[in-house]
């Protein structure tokens, strides 16, 4: 704690002409979680959404915005293994038809969480030239193996990307960040009243973005000085995600105040690298906000590490104790204090238990009050030299979680779960209408989704254009003045839609756009949808 920290935050910005087209190539495997957790709420809010709901409606989702040409395959897995097809597939309005049936059928009705066999199965599967192998994997449980399976995707790490999704609290986080960082994909959490298809859809954007590969960074630092890396190197960039690097500086410097860090990644076949210059003199009275994030990052990986071991390390705890202490962040073997502010004295006498009622629905509420600071106290840690942060590079804004450092959760408002009858919701009924290619068919399901009937929909429509290209730039129009709020959803499938229309080279697009937004009672321009 007494020695200069940097904290590296790389936020990449990748150049247009690269990102202008996403990937039309690639193997999507899906392995979704069938044991019987799985029939458990999402959240009290809504107990009509399962886990298992959910995951069927992020399939239905990930499947129509999959582009023409690619291959794919889903299995499900719970003491045992299931899979659509016994290979992967070539995606095509046929194949995609058949794998929304069998996904339709999915219950929570395999038992356990066995997911090292299929993972085995789906590694002993040959490998598709030029459609490189995109693995995402659903789960709300925790495994006894946690270090076999992570072994195995890291043996296979050179022909695949694992883009792992932990649902519910009960979710074990060695596990799903595991798969990730050994499988150089995205790891994504969904609990409380988060959902799952806007995460999802994000990691389906980024296995969709040309390849990063070599990356490397190097420090350039004074003579004396050296830096100690304390974070786990970065294997995987993605555009939009940031990724952080903390780096301890050790040594003695002379007049040299200045050092600088560079990193290097191959992005689609072509050299790239940032270089940033930082000064080594600490300013004053910062504090050590960007230590204890260091901290906590270490001990998160040393957590991690003792979970996947077969047996209780107590090297790796006395590690865990010995930087919570020093720095003052809590961790799994460690705990704070209360002491009396006026007094400066523990709390003192035997722990008494006190059984708590906790209502699952009024949970972040009951953290709330407790994080509230309390009258008259406050938490201790042990002593520490108080050294400025070193400067944070590569930064973008919001830089720091939303929380504080000493375990108080953020002020928020929670109200009280109100009671929704199930339905289906319209955005997800416009989703299932439409076609592999991306085009939508001009039907009656499509009018109701829209809030018309047929015959409204139908003489609205330009005469010199097709049924089809009207119908999808209704399905677009609709989707970009009702549903923005839930764009992360569609926008995949969107942008295949609007390349379908615009491979048509249909008349009068503009006029259809114009006809479609006084049908509807919108104003959505046409650049807006793409065209």
Same mark, same amino acid.
């Given at each position: 704690?007494?020695?200069?920290?940097?904290?590296?935050?790389?936020?990449?910005?990748?150049?247009?002409?690269?990102?202008?087209?996403?990937?039309?190539?690639?193997?999507?495997?899906?392995?979704?979680?069938?044991?019987?957790?799985?029939?458990?709420?999402?959240?009290?809010?809504?107990?009509?959404? =399962?886990?298992?709901?959910?995951?069927?409606?992020?399939?239905?989702?990930?499947?129509?915005?999959?582009?023409?040409?690619?291959?794919?395959?889903?299995?499900?897995?719970?003491?045992?293994?299931?899979?659509?097809?016994?290979?992967?597939?070539?995606?095509?309005?046929? =194949?995609?038809?058949?794998?929304?049936?069998?996904?339709?059928?999915?219950?929570?009705?395999?038992?356990?969480?066995?997911?090292?066999?299929?993972?085995?199965?789906?590694?002993?599967?040959?490998?598709?030239?030029?459609?490189?192998?995109?693995?995402?994997?659903?789960?709300?449980?925790?495994?006894?193996?946690?270090?076999?399976?992570?072994?195995?995707?890291?043996?296979?790490?050179?022909?695949?990307?694992?883009?792992?999704? *932990?649902?519910?609290?009960?979710?074990?986080?060695?596990?799903?960040?595991?798969?990730?960082?050994?499988? *150089?994909?995205?790891?994504?959490?969904?609990?409380?009243?988060?959902?799952?298809?806007?995460?999802?859809?994000?990691?389906?954007?980024?296995?969709?973005?040309?390849?990063?590969?070599?990356?490397?960074?190097? !420090?350039?630092?004074?003579?004396?000085?050296?830096?100690?890396?304390?974070?786990?190197?970065?294997?995987?960039?993605?555009?939009?995600?940031?990724?952080?690097?903390?780096?301890?500086?050790?040594?003695?410097?002379?007049?040299?105040?200045?050092?600088?860090?560079?990193?290097?990644?191959?992005?689609?076949?072509?050299?790239?690298?940032?270089?940033?210059?930082?000064?080594?003199?600490?300013?004053?009275?910062?504090?050590?906000?960007?230590?204890?994030?260091?901290?906590?990052?270490?001990?998160?990986?040393?957590?991690?590490?003792?979970?996947?071991?077969?047996?209780?390390?107590?090297?790796?705890?006395?590690?865990?104790?010995?930087?919570?202490?020093?720095?003052?962040?809590?961790?799994?073997?460690?705990?704070?204090?209360?002491?009396?502010?006026?007094?400066?004295?523990?709390?003192?006498?035997?722990?008494?238990?006190?059984?708590?009622?906790?209502?699952?629905?009024?949970?972040?509420?009951?953290?709330?009050?407790?994080?509230?600071?309390?009258?008259?106290?406050?938490?201790?840690?042990?002593?520490?030299?108080?050294?400025?942060?070193?400067?944070?590079?590569?930064?973008?804004?919001?830089?720091?979680?939303?929380?504080?450092?000493?375990?108080?959760?953020?002020?928020?408002?929670?109200?009280?779960?109100?009671?929704?009858?199930?339905?289906?919701?319209?955005?997800?009924?416009?989703?299932?209408?439409?076609?592999?290619?991306?085009?939508?068919?001009?039907?009656?399901?499509?009018?109701?989704?829209?809030?018309?009937?047929?015959?409204?929909?139908?003489?609205?429509?330009?005469?010199?254009?097709?049924?089809?290209?009207?119908?999808?730039?209704?399905?677009?129009? !609709?989707?970009?003045?009702?549903?923005?709020?839930?764009?992360?959803?569609?926008?995949?499938?969107?942008?295949?839609?609007?390349? !379908?229309?615009?491979?048509?080279?249909?008349?009068?697009?503009?006029?259809?756009?114009?006809?479609?937004?006084?049908?509807?009672?919108?104003?959505?321009?046409?650049?807006?949808?793409?065209?």
């Amino acid at each position: 704690m007494g020695d200069p920290v940097v904290m590296v935050s790389l936020y990449p910005e990748f150049p247009q002409s690269v990102m202008s087209s996403l990937a039309t190539c690639g193997e999507f495997v899906f392995l979704v979680d069938r044991s019987g957790s799985m029939g458990c709420p999402m959240n009290n809010s809504t107990p009509q959404e =399962t886990r298992i709901s959910s995951a069927k409606d992020t399939l239905l989702l990930l499947l129509k915005s999959l582009p023409m040409g690619c291959y794919f395959n889903i299995y499900s897995f719970g003491s045992t293994f299931e899979h659509i097809f016994p290979k992967s597939v070539e995606y095509s309005e046929k =194949t995609m038809e058949e794998a929304l049936k069998k996904v339709e059928q999915m219950g929570d009705d395999l038992g356990g969480t066995e997911i090292l066999e299929p993972l085995k199965h789906i590694y002993n599967q040959s490998s598709i030239p030029k459609h490189p192998r995109q693995l995402f994997v659903f789960t709300d449980g925790e495994v006894g193996n946690t270090k076999e399976v992570t072994d195995l995707i890291r043996k296979n790490a050179g022909c695949h990307k694992c883009f792992s999704f *932990g649902i519910g609290e009960g979710a074990s986080s060695a596990l799903i960040n595991g798969m990730a960082k050994e499988g *150089g994909g995205h790891a994504q959490f969904i609990t409380g009243a988060g959902r799952m298809q806007p995460k999802v859809m994000q990691s389906l954007r980024f296995a969709l973005q040309p390849a990063v590969e070599d990356i490397s960074v190097s !420090w350039n630092l004074p003579k004396g000085v050296s830096a100690t890396i304390l974070s786990a190197p970065i294997t995987a960039i993605f555009q939009g995600q940031r990724s952080l690097l903390y780096a301890q500086l050790t040594g003695q410097h002379s007049e040299a105040t200045d050092g600088s860090v560079t990193v290097k990644y191959s992005l689609a076949g072509h050299p790239s690298q940032n270089q940033l210059h930082f000064n080594l003199k600490p300013a004053e009275d910062s504090g050590l906000t960007v230590h204890r994030l260091a901290a906590r990052t270490v001990i998160h990986s040393l957590e991690s590490k003792e979970r996947t071991q077969s047996e209780q390390n107590e090297e790796t705890k006395k590690k865990v104790v010995e930087l919570s202490v020093q720095s003052g962040v809590s961790s799994s073997f460690t705990a704070f204090i209360a002491v009396h502010k006026d007094s400066g004295k523990s709390v003192e006498g035997p722990l008494v238990r006190r059984n708590v009622p906790t209502p699952f629905f009024g949970m972040r509420k009951m953290a709330k009050a407790f994080a509230s600071p309390c009258a008259g106290m406050s938490f201790f840690s042990a002593p520490m030299p108080m050294m400025c942060r070193a400067p944070q590079i590569l930064a973008c804004a919001d830089s720091f979680p939303d929380y504080d450092l000493c375990g108080a959760m953020p002020e928020s408002e929670f109200n009280e779960p109100e009671a929704v009858l199930p339905s289906k919701d319209p955005l997800l009924q416009l989703v299932s209408l439409q076609k592999a290619s991306g085009c939508w068919i001009l039907d009656g399901s499509l009018a109701a989704v829209l809030g018309k009937n047929s015959e409204e929909v139908e003489k609205a429509k330009p005469p010199p254009v097709n049924n089809e290209v009207w119908a999808s730039i209704l399905a677009l129009i !609709w989707l970009h003045a009702f549903k923005m709020d839930a764009k992360e959803e569609w926008e995949l499938l969107s942008m295949k839609a609007a390349s !379908w229309i615009k491979a048509q080279n249909a008349p009068c697009v503009s006029e259809c756009v114009e006809a479609g937004n006084t049908l509807l009672g919108c104003g959505v321009k046409k650049e807006a949808l793409g065209l």
